[in-house]
C-alpha cells in the first residue's frame, strides 16, 4: 500500500512537472502569439524603466521590426489570461518587449526588473526592456492580481 | 515565495537536468547500500556521545551574564524591528518584511543548524514572559496549570501552519498591516499561553522556537540529554536524540509540504490552475498547501507504521519514533529552497535595516552597502542545492536505518526499513525534481 502511495505520490509529481515543462515555450524572436494588434501602440510604447532599451521602441511593434527582440503578447478578457499563463525562455541580454492587452485598465509589473506601466481598457501597453538579469521572473497585472507569463531569463 | 516589489521577487533558475539525474542517482544508490551494508546493531547514543567543552568555555556560555546578554540583544532587536514595523514607511524598503521571511524564518534555522538553537537564547516572548514572572513573582517554568503531554508538539504545528500560510498566500502579507497583525496575535497567544502552561510551552508549542530547536540538533555543538553537558558531538547523535514527542512528524509534515508547495505553486501550470478555477485562487492556493502538507504528513506516518510491523507500538508513535530522520530532510530542502533569497534579499534587509523609519538615516553605518550577489550565482546555487538534498537525504536515510534496527525485530529489521527508504528516495527524487522544472 505504501509503495503505491509514494507511486502515486512520484507520479503526481511528475506530472505536475511534466506539465510545467510542457507550458514553457521558447519565445522565438518576433513571436506575437495572441490576437493583440500593438500596431496602436506608437505612443504608449514608452519605456517608463530608465532601463536602456533599443532606439526603435517607438515604432509600431509589428513583427520583424528588432531582429533580436523577443515579443510576448498576453491578453486579458473578462479575468482570463490568453494564452494560458505560460514560462517563457528568454536569453539573457536580448530585448523582451511585452505586449498587454486588457478589457479593464490596470498595470502590468514586471517583477524582480521592477517595471511597471498603466495600461488602458483596450488598449495595448507596451514594456520593452533589456533582460540583463538572469533568474524567472513572474508578470503580473497588479490589481487583478493576474500572472500573466513567466519569464526565464538565461 | 515572493516579496512584492523588490529584488526578492525573482525566482531561481532550474537547475540543469543532469544535476538532478546525478543527484536522485547518489540518493538511490546511498539509500541501497545503508540498508544493505550499514551496521545491524543500534550505534547512535546521544546519552553518552559527545566530547565534552573545555569547562571555562562551557562555564562561559552556560553563565548567567552570557544569558542575560543573549536576552537583551532579542529584545533590543525585536524592539528595533517593532520600531520599523509600527512606524516606519509602508514601503518597498521597510526592513520588516525581509526581517521576517528571511532572517527570522530562514536565516534563525540556518544558523541554528551551525551553532545549535539559538532562538531558544533570545526569543523575545520567552523573555517578556520571564519579566512579567519576575513581576507577579512567581516561577516562569511554573504555570497555572501543568502543560498536558498529549498536546506534544501539535501547537507548534499549527503555530507553523499559520506562519507559512501568511508567507505564501495570505494577501498583502508583506504590507505592515497584515504583519503587524499576525505578530500581535501570534504574541497574544503564545504569551497568555505560556502564562498558563508556564515557559516550557515554548519547548513544545512555539513555532520558531521548535523550529530552530530541531534544525540546532544538527549542529555539532550541544547538549547531552543524560547530564546537559555541552558537547561537540556527531550531528546525527544530535538529531538522534530528538524526544519522540506526539505531533513531531506534523511539525515536519508543514515544514516539508509547505516548502514542496510553494515550489509547486510557482510553476505556470499551478498558475493558471489557480487562475481558472471558479473558486477565488486565495481558497484554491490553501486547499492545495493543506493536500501538499497533509499528502507528506500522511505518507510518512503509514510509512512509519508499515517500517515498525512486527512491533507493538501503535502507528502514531511509530511515526514520532522515526519523525526525527525528517529533519535533516527539512534542513536540506531549506536550502535549496531559500538559499538565493537568503543572500539576496538577506542583504538586502541589513542595508535597510539602517534606516527604519524612512527618514534616510544610517543608523547601522550598512546604508552604503551593495549586495554581493557571488554567493548565490547560477552555478554555485544549483550545485548546492543539489549537494543540500542529497545530504539530507542520506543523513535521513542513516538515522531511519539505526531507528529500525533499534526498534525492530532482528529479523525484520532490514526488510522492514523499505517502505521508510521508498518513501524517502521519493521525497528527495520529487524534491529533484521540483527544483528542476518548476
Redesign the interface.
Known amino acids: 500500500?505504501?509503495?503505491a502511495?509514494?507511486t502515486v505520490?512520484?507520479g503526481a509529481?511528475?506530472l505536475?512537472?511534466?506539465?510545467?515543462?510542457g507550458?514553457?515555450t521558447t519565445a522565438a524572436p518576433t513571436d506575437s502569439s495572441s490576437g493583440a494588434a500593438p500596431a496602436s501602440s506608437s505612443a504608449s510604447s514608452t519605456d517608463d524603466s530608465g532601463h536602456d532599451s533599443t532606439d526603435d521602441s517607438s515604432s509600431s511593434a509589428t513583427a520583424g521590426s528588432a531582429d533580436d527582440a523577443v515579443e510576448i503578447s498576453v491578453t486579458v478578457r473578462k479575468g482570463?489570461?490568453i494564452p494560458?499563463?505560460?514560462?517563457v525562455k528568454v536569453p539573457e541580454g536580448s530585448t523582451v518587449r511585452l505586449v498587454v492587452t486588457s478589457d479593464v485598465a490596470d498595470e502590468v509589473h514586471v517583477?524582480?526588473y521592477?517595471l511597471k506601466k498603466d495600461i488602458e481598457a483596450g488598449q495595448p501597453g507596451v514594456i520593452e526592456f533589456t533582460a540583463d538579469?538572469?533568474?524567472?521572473?513572474?508578470v503580473e497585472l497588479e490589481h487583478k492580481?493576474?500572472?500573466l507569463?513567466?519569464l526565464?531569463v538565461? | 515565495m515572493?516579496l512584492?516589489?523588490?529584488?526578492g521577487?525573482?525566482?531561481?533558475?532550474?537547475i540543469p537536468f543532469g544535476y538532478a539525474l546525478t543527484g536522485a542517482g547518489v540518493a538511490i544508490l546511498v539509500s541501497f547500500l545503508v540498508l544493505l551494508f550499514l551496521w545491524r546493531e543500534p550505534r547512535f547514543d546521544p546519552e553518552r556521545a559527545g566530547r565534552p567543552l573545555p569547562a571555562p568555555l562551557a562555564r562561559l556560555i552556560d553563565s548567567p551574564v552570557t544569558r542575560f546578554v543573549l536576552r537583551a540583544v532579542g529584545l533590543v532587536a525585536t524592539a528595533y524591528v517593532v520600531l520599523a514595523m509600527v512606524f516606519g514607511k509602508d514601503d518597498a524598503l521597510n526592513p520588516t518584511a525581509g526581517v521576517v521571511y528571511v532572517l527570522l524564518w530562514v536565516g534563525v534555522p540556518l544558523l541554528s543548524v551551525l551553532i545549535g538553537p539559538v532562538w531558544r537564547l533570545i526569543n523575545p516572548i520567552r523573555t517578556l514572559h520571564l519579566l512579567l514572572s519576575r513581576g507577579m513573582a512567581v516561577q516562569p517554568e511554573r504555570g497555572l496549570s501543568p502543560l498536558p503531554s498529549w498536546l506534544g508538539y501539535w501547537p507548534a504545528a499549527a503555530s507553523l501552519l499559520a506562519f507559512v500560510w501568511l508567507e505564501l498566500i495570505a494577501p498583502d502579507n508583506t504590507s505592515l498591516t497584515v504583519l503587524r497583525l499576525f505578530f500581535a496575535v501570534y504574541l497574544a497567544a503564545h504569551l497568555l499561553a505560556a502564562t498558563w502552561y508556564g515557559s516550557r510551552w515554548f519547548d513544545h508549542c512555539d513555532g520558531f522556537e521548535v523550529f530552530s530547536s530541531l534544525l540546532g540538533r544538527l549542529s555539532v555543538l550541544g547538549r547531552r540529554p543524560s547530564d546537559g553537558v555541552l558537547v561537540l558531538r556527531n550531528p546525527l547523535e544530535g538529531v538522534a536524540s530528538i524526544a519522540p514527542v506526539g505531533g513531531l512528524f506534523a511539525v515536519v509534515g508543514v515544514l516539508l509540504g509547505s516548502t514542496v508547495f510553494d515550489s509547486?505553486s510557482?510553476?505556470?501550470?499551478?498558475?493558471?490552475f489557480a487562475?481558472?478555477s471558479p473558486l477565488p485562487?486565495r481558497v484554491v492556493s490553501t486547499l492545495g498547501l493543506l493536500t501538499v502538507v497533509a499528502?507528506v504528513t500522511v505518507?510518512f506516518a503509514?510509512?512509519s507504521a508499515?517500517t515498525g510491523r512486527g512491533t507493538d507500538q501503535p502507528p502514531l508513535r511509530l511515526a514520532a519514533e522515526f519523525a526525527h530522520s525528517l529533519v535533516p530532510i527539512v534542513a536540506g530542502y531549506f536550502v535549496a529552497h531559500y538559499w538565493s533569497l537568503l543572500v539576496i534579499v538577506g542583504q538586502q534587509t541589513l542595508i535597510q535595516l539602517s534606516d527604519p523609519l524612512g527618514t534616510g538615516a544610517d543608523l547601522l553605518g550598512t546604508d552604503g552597502l551593495t549586495i554581493n550577489g557571488s554567493l548565490a550565482g547560477?552555478t554555485t546555487t544549483a550545485v548546492l542545492q543539489v549537494a543540500a538534498v542529497v545530504t539530507g537525504h542520506v543523513l535521513g536515510v542513516i538515522l531511519a536505518h539505526d531507528r529500525a534496527v533499534r526498534l525492530l525485530p532482528r529479523r525484520h529489521a532490514i526488510a522492514g526499513q523499505i517502505?521508510l527508504l521508498?518513501?524517502m528516495?521519493?521525497y528527495t527524487?520529487?524534491g529533484l525534481?521540483?527544483l528542476?522544472?518548476?
Open positions: 500500500m505504501l509503495r502511495t509514494a505520490l512520484f509529481a511528475l505536475l512537472t511534466s506539465g510545467c515543462s507550458g514553457s482570463k489570461v494560458r499563463t505560460r514560462r517583477h524582480g521592477d538579469q538572469s533568474g524567472v521572473f513572474e492580481a493576474l500572472q507569463t513567466q526565464q538565461q | 515572493l512584492a516589489h523588490g529584488v521577487s525573482k525566482e531561481d533558475l532550474p509547486l510557482s510553476s505556470p501550470s499551478w498558475v493558471d487562475q481558472t485562487p499528502i505518507a503509514g510509512a508499515l547560477r517502505p521508498v518513501l528516495v521519493g527524487v520529487g525534481t521540483l528542476f522544472a518548476a
